[in-house]
Every structure is written in C-alpha cells, then in structure tokens.
C-alpha cells in the first residue's frame, strides 16, 4: 500500500467521509478517536453523543445502509481537502467548538512534546450548495460547520467555500473526492477499540472499510473473503476433528486431538529431520524459569507486559491455601518463559568455549507461553501457550555471512517443502534508527556490521525484500519474512534476528586465536515463527485438504458390507506396518454415507474394498484431489504409498 500512494490517499480520504457522513444524517456531535489507512482500506474509531439518532443506531445494519449512502452522496459533491496548519492555542479553540475532546487530547499531546503548529485538513463545498446542504442534514450539523467556516474564514481563504468537515490530521489525502471512485468501496463490519490502545480507557466503536481502485478489484478481493470464510482454520478444524479449546483446560490453550496430534508430530519429524541434515544440535529446555534468570536477560524489566506473574516454588499449594507465608530464605519465584533465549544462552555458558568451537548451532521445538487478552485469543493464530521452532547460532565474526546465507537457504527450502514458492515471499530488513542510536544495546561496529551483512545476503540471494529504518529490536537488525497463501494473504513466519543483548548481559565470551575472551555473535532464528500458528496458516492454505505426506489421515478404508471388513483389516494391517495414517470405517453408516463422510473429512485416499477386490487381491480407490477411480494390487498400492509418503510430493 505504500507503494500506491494514490491508494492509500483515497483509502485516509474515505476515512474522513465516513464520520462526516455519520455527522451529517445520525450524529452532529460525534466524537472522533483516529482513522487511518490500512491494508485492503480504512477504519474510524468514535463515540456516539447524546444528539445521536437513537432510532438509526439501534442496529448496524441501519448506521452501515445511512452512512454508506451518504458516503457516496459526499464523494459525488466533489469536495476539496485543504491542508492548513494552525497555532496550538487556535487549533484548542476549534475543536472545543467542534466538542472533539478526544483530539483535543492528542492535540495537547502534540503540544508537550514540542509541536507549535498542528495539521488541520478541511473539507470544503462549493458555498451555493450549502443550502442544499441545510435542508438534507442535521440542523445541528450544519450550525456547527456554518461557525467553523467563519472561523477558518481568518486562517486561509474560503472565499464562496463552505466547511462540511474537519480534523486534526497530517494527512495525506486526496484533493479532491472526484479523485475516489464511487463504486470501489464498500463499509465491511464493526469492532470495539480502546482510546489510545490502553484496555483502561473508555471502549470505543470502530467502522472498518474496504477500498480498492476500481469495481473489478473490491469484487475480486470480497470473492476472496468469501473463500478465506470457508478456509477459515477455525472452522475446519473443528470440522475435520484436528484440535478443540476448553474453558476448564483454560482460553487459549490449544487441545491436539490425535489427527491433529498426528499432524503436528509429522511436522516435527520433517523438522527434526532437516535440522541433522543441516549440522543442528538438539536441546531441551524446562517451561519455567528463575525469576533471576529473567532479570539478567532484561525481560523482567522490558518484556513484562507479555509474561505471566512469578509463581512460588516455595510452599505447595496446601500451604498457601492454608494461608502460611514463606520464609524469605525458602522463597524461590519462577516464571512461565515466554522464550527460549536464556536457556539456550545458560547451556552455552555450561561449558568454556574455544574459537575452533564455532559455529554452534542449537535448536529446540520449546512451548512458550505469553499473556494474551481474552478479546485477543483467536484459533492457532493467537494463543496463550504455543511450540516454538527455535534456533540459536553463535559464531564468530568471520562466520556471520555465512551462517546467515544458511538459514535463508533452510527458511525457503523449508517454504518449498509445504507448496510456498520463492515468489511468494517477502522479506522485511528491520534496521535500527540512525538518529537514535543510543536506544540500542550494543556498538557502532557490532550494528554496521550485521545490518550490511544483512542486507548483502538478501541481494546476493536475490530476495523481494523492502527495509524498514527505526523497526530494528533494540538488540539487533532482523529479518522478517512474509509468506503468501494461494489467496494472496500474507502471514509472519520466519525470523532471523541478531541480539547483541544477551551476549552482554549473560557475559558470553569465548577464546579466539591470540587467547583473549572475545565476544560470540548470537543469531536468533525460527522458521514456522510456532507450530500453532503454522499449522493454522497451512489449514486455510490447503482448505484442510493436505497433501497425502501431511494429511492427518492419509487413507481411509471402507468394506461394502461388513463381510468384507477382515480383508479391509488386512489391507490396513499392511498399510499401518509402512507407518500409514490409515483407518477402517467398520461403522453402521450405510456404505455411501461412509464414502460421502471420507469425502467430508477430504481424506487424500478412499480405499474400497468387496467381493471383487477380495478375489484379485486389490483395493479400488478413489483420489480427493483428482476425483479419479482406479483399481491397484494391494502390494503395489501400498508400495505407492510408501513411496508418495518419502517423497513428500505436494
């Protein structure tokens, strides 16, 4: 979107006229919190006042109908957006007159931190339509904006102009509405969002929209919305059984049914499997940590607000319950660790380390847990507790290139593998803020370093990358990379992260070559970013139909009638011996209800077996992807299998 400033323009502007169309028909007085541009559109948080329609409120589908319509109406009255800007002291005056309390606050914002001027943008009409405008709005309304054009009238020129609407806002926008296409944009649904993103303050209401530009472009993308409903791991997992949630387990903590399970362990396998080709060492690490370890790696001070509170390990519960205090001497606090880091770093300080040790590589598939708001919590893809793929390297300053253009070369063989091509990845370099370099842990050299070796490996590499200045962890440059499903969506997965933190605060050091303690570069890395939330990404990718190396259930086998189930055992018995998923639906279903259910649980294989198959020493199978029927021995359909499994075909 940064790319299409046009886009983005429209998108800021519609924000604009959503509020002033709610102003205009359903509420003169309402209070505005922020409206920006987003990816797909634009949003606008508000607060209904008590001049509000009470009647067209009532539901959404009556404020979306009323504010959609006038919407189009403002775009269609080609109103210009003029940008002025106006001393702290008139910019408070205005929006008290406007009754915007909220900007009003920010403004006084602005103005503490140094700013004697602030944005204003105005939209303005041609002044012969005004009267028009009188009798189509809220008297309240137009009174309002009668007295801001006679206000604005001594800051800029408005000769034969009237004010519809005005904000305090940096913009940009367009220049006029003519530029938005009227047909291009439609209003998509409501939220709820805290005024400054602070859960302790006032809950406000939030309007989504959805802008592209051309007709063609808002149809293509509501036809992939339609299909993102129907991909919607949410739904397909309870669907095809692969995992659940419990309030008594607790929110957010993901349950793994045995096909899930089964998924999740054939993950694993892959993953353990392309780490010992790729000279990893394995490690194992608890799920609680001292309280003194995460003070010496800073997250008690700076990561705090993501961690859950220090459980004692001091008493037992029975003690606690019974009200008895702990000994200071026997007080021991640990907390759940919301990353692997620390521990990864205390094995590494186990033992002295010399520079022929270089480079190590240790990796651990480590559950993690992260406080999480319950309005937060969504399916696998925002969770409390979840399985971390995580890597450290450290090496030595000569390894550093190296060691990076390995992990991008594992990261995309890694896509590769489930069906992500090197195209569909967008790589993001997070470097730090060059006019505030005092932020970050570390040295000058240390930094210019790795965001040049950073940025050379994605050019040799030939990555789409884009670089973000000022994004970088205050630790360490980063790379971020962005897959996109077979709906264009793009998801976080793999991170590659320097740390020039931990190093310092846990004192790693090694011996170099001239016996002096030198400091190891540490490389934080993980390829799926979780398991959880991969595996919901490839749910919704796949539309739960995997391909037959993933499926949870690889083949399921159906006897015509129950007669024919010890053959279908034996088929089984054959297939389960190679490590098959494999099932025999001996249920009481009627036989066409057996297949219609395989079909439901889009299971990769339909194998059915009868009189005929029984003779011939065959399975007649049936293919999910391919809709094909075919007729194979027993041996060489299993062989097949076997094989197609090795392959990891897609």
Same mark, same amino acid.
């Given at each position: 979107?940064?790319?299409?400033? @046009?886009?983005? @323009?429209?998108?800021?502007?519609?924000?604009?006229?959503?509020?002033?169309?709610?102003?205009? *028909?359903?509420?003169?007085?309402?209070?505005?919190?922020? %409206?920006?541009?987003?990816?797909?559109?634009?949003?606008?948080?508000?607060?209904?006042?008590?001049?509000?329609?009470?009647?067209? +409120?009532?539901?959404?589908?009556? $404020?979306?109908?009323?504010?959609?319509?006038?919407?189009?109406?403002?775009?269609?009255?080609?109103?210009?957006?003029?940008?002025?800007?106006?001393?702290?002291?008139?910019?408070?005056?205005?929006?008290?007159?406007?009754? =915007?309390?909220?900007?009003?606050?920010?403004?006084?914002?602005?103005?503490?931190?140094?700013?004697?001027?602030?944005?204003?943008?105005?939209?303005? $009409?041609?002044?012969?339509?005004?009267?028009?405008?009188?009798?189509?709005?809220?008297?309240?309304?137009?009174?309002?904006?009668?007295?801001?054009?006679?206000?604005?009238?001594?800051?800029?020129?408005?000769?034969?102009? #009237?004010?519809?609407?005005?904000?305090?806002?940096?913009?940009?926008?367009?220049?006029?509405?003519?530029? +938005?296409?009227?047909?291009?944009?439609?209003?998509?649904?409501?939220?709820?969002?805290?005024?400054?993103?602070?859960?302790?303050?006032?809950?406000?209401?939030?309007?989504? %929209?959805?802008?592209?530009?051309?007709?063609?472009?808002?149809?293509?993308?509501?036809?992939?919305?339609?299909?993102?409903?129907?991909? /919607?791991?949410?739904?397909?997992?309870?669907?095809?059984?692969?995992?659940? #949630?419990?309030?008594?387990?607790?929110?957010?903590?993901?349950?793994?049914?045995?096909?899930?399970?089964? *998924?999740?362990?054939?993950?694993?396998?892959?993953?353990?499997?392309?780490? !010992?080709?790729?000279?990893?060492?394995?490690?194992?690490?608890?799920?609680?940590?001292?309280?003194?370890?995460?003070?010496?790696?800073?997250?008690?001070?700076?990561?705090?607000? &993501?961690?859950?509170?220090?459980?004692?390990?001091?008493?037992?519960?029975?003690?606690?319950?019974?009200?008895?205090?702990?000994?200071?001497?026997?007080?021991?606090?640990? *907390?759940?660790?919301?990353?692997?880091?620390?521990?990864?770093?205390?094995?590494?300080?186990?033992?002295?380390?010399?520079?022929?040790? #270089?480079?190590?590589?240790?990796?651990?598939?480590?559950?993690?847990?992260?406080?999480?708001?319950?309005?937060? *919590?969504?399916?696998?893809?925002?969770?409390?507790?979840?399985?971390?793929?995580?890597?450290? +390297?450290?090496?030595?300053?000569?390894?550093?290139?190296?060691?990076?253009? !390995?992990?991008?070369?594992?990261?995309?063989?890694?896509?590769?593998?489930?069906?992500?091509?090197?195209? /569909?990845?967008?790589?993001?370099?997070?470097?730090? /803020?060059?006019?505030?370099?005092?932020?970050?842990?570390?040295?000058?050299?240390?930094?210019?370093?790795?965001?040049?070796?950073?940025?050379?490996?994605?050019?040799?590499?030939?990555? /789409?990358?884009?670089?973000?200045?000022?994004?970088?962890?205050?630790?360490?440059?980063?790379?971020?990379?962005?897959?996109?499903?077979?709906?264009?969506?793009?998801? =976080?997965?793999?991170?590659?992260?320097?740390?020039?933190?931990?190093?310092?605060?846990?004192?790693?050091?090694?011996?170099?070559?001239?016996?002096?303690?030198?400091?190891?570069?540490?490389?934080?890395?993980?390829?799926?970013?979780?398991?959880?939330?991969?595996?919901?990404?490839?749910?919704?990718?796949?539309?739960?139909?995997?391909?037959?190396?993933?499926?949870?259930?690889?083949?399921?086998?159906?006897?015509?009638?129950?007669?024919?189930?010890?053959?279908?055992?034996?088929?089984?018995?054959?297939?389960?011996?190679?490590?098959?998923?494999?099932?025999?639906?001996?249920?009481?279903?009627?036989?066409?209800?057996?297949?219609?259910?395989?079909?439901?649980?889009?299971?990769?294989?339909?194998?059915?077996?009868?009189?005929?198959?029984?003779?011939? &020493?065959?399975?007649?199978?049936?293919?999910?992807?391919?809709?094909?029927?075919?007729?194979?021995?027993?041996?060489?359909?299993?062989?097949?299998?076997?094989?197609?499994?090795?392959?990891? &075909?897609?």
């Amino acid at each position: 979107m940064k790319n299409n400033e @046009n886009l983005f @323009n429209q998108r800021h502007s519609l924000a604009h006229i959503m509020v002033q169309a709610i102003q205009r *028909l359903i509420d003169p007085g309402l209070e505005l919190g922020v %409206g920006p541009a987003i990816e797909n559109g634009f949003y606008h948080d508000f607060l209904w006042s008590k001049q509000a329609d009470q009647e067209l +409120i009532k539901t959404e589908e009556s $404020i979306v109908k009323t504010t959609f319509k006038e919407m189009q109406r403002i775009v269609k009255e080609n109103q210009n957006f003029l940008y002025i800007e106006l001393p702290g002291k008139e910019t408070k005056e205005l929006l008290k007159m406007l009754g =915007q309390p909220y900007t009003l606050e920010l403004c006084d914002d602005l103005i503490k931190e140094g700013e004697t001027k602030l944005g204003i943008y105005i939209n303005t $009409i041609n002044g012969q339509a005004a009267e028009k405008l009188l009798a189509h709005t809220k008297p309240d309304y137009f009174k309002k904006y009668q007295e801001a054009t006679n206000r604005l009238t001594k800051h800029t020129d408005l000769e034969g102009k #009237f004010v519809t609407f005005v904000n305090m806002c940096k913009g940009p926008h367009v220049e006029s509405s003519k530029e +938005i296409p009227v047909d291009a944009f439609v209003l998509d649904k409501f939220a709820g969002a805290y005024w400054k993103w602070d859960s302790n303050n006032i809950m406000m209401t939030r309007i989504y %929209g959805v802008s592209f530009e051309t007709k063609e472009e808002l149809k293509n993308y509501q036809l992939m919305m339609e299909e993102a409903k129907k991909r /919607d791991h949410r739904v397909l997992g309870k669907k095809l059984s692969l995992f659940s #949630f419990s309030e008594n387990v607790g929110l957010g903590l993901p349950l793994w049914l045995p096909k899930w399970a089964g *998924l999740f362990r054939t993950i694993e396998d892959f993953w353990n499997e392309a780490h !010992r080709k790729n000279w990893y060492e394995f490690v194992r690490t608890p799920h609680i940590g001292n309280k003194k370890l995460w003070e010496i790696s800073g997250h008690w001070g700076f990561y705090s607000e &993501s961690m859950y509170p220090p459980m004692e390990a001091g008493q037992t519960l029975e003690d606690q319950k019974a009200g008895k205090k702990v000994n200071e001497a026997d007080s021991e606090q640990y *907390l759940l660790k919301p990353m692997n880091c620390p521990f990864h770093v205390e094995i590494y300080k186990a033992e002295p380390k010399s520079y022929r040790d #270089f480079p190590l590589r240790r990796c651990e598939t480590g559950t993690v847990y992260r406080f999480e708001k319950k309005g937060q *919590l969504g399916g696998l893809t925002r969770v409390r507790g979840f399985t971390q793929d995580d890597a450290h +390297i450290m090496c030595r300053k000569d390894q550093v290139e190296d060691e990076l253009q !390995r992990v991008v070369k594992f990261i995309l063989y890694i896509y590769e593998s489930f069906g992500f091509k090197k195209e /569909d990845v967008k790589v993001y370099l997070s470097l730090r /803020d060059p006019k505030n370099t005092k932020k970050y842990a570390g040295n000058d050299e240390g930094w210019e370093l790795t965001q040049n070796v950073l940025k050379k490996v994605a050019d040799d590499m030939k990555l /789409d990358y884009t670089t973000e200045e000022g994004e970088a962890a205050f630790y360490g440059p980063k790379l971020d990379f962005k897959v996109k499903d077979c709906l264009g969506r793009e998801w =976080q997965c793999s991170t590659l992260q320097f740390d020039f933190n931990l190093p310092e605060r846990f004192d790693m050091t090694y011996i170099n070559n001239k016996w002096e303690e030198e400091r190891p570069y540490m490389l934080h890395r993980a390829l799926f970013g979780s398991f959880e939330r991969f595996i919901g990404v490839l749910i919704e990718h796949y539309a739960g139909a995997f391909p037959f190396w993933l499926a949870p259930e690889q083949i399921r086998i159906v006897p015509v009638a129950d007669k024919f189930v010890d053959y279908a055992d034996n088929v089984y018995n054959k297939l389960k011996d190679k490590w098959i998923r494999v099932i025999v639906d001996d249920s009481a279903d009627s036989f066409s209800k057996k297949i219609r259910n395989a079909e439901l649980m889009k299971v990769p294989y339909i194998v059915i077996v009868g009189e005929k198959e029984e003779s011939d &020493s065959t399975v007649s199978v049936r293919v999910y992807k391919t809709k094909e029927q075919l007729t194979m021995k027993v041996d060489e359909f299993v062989n097949e299998k076997v094989r197609e499994n090795e392959e990891r &075909s897609l």
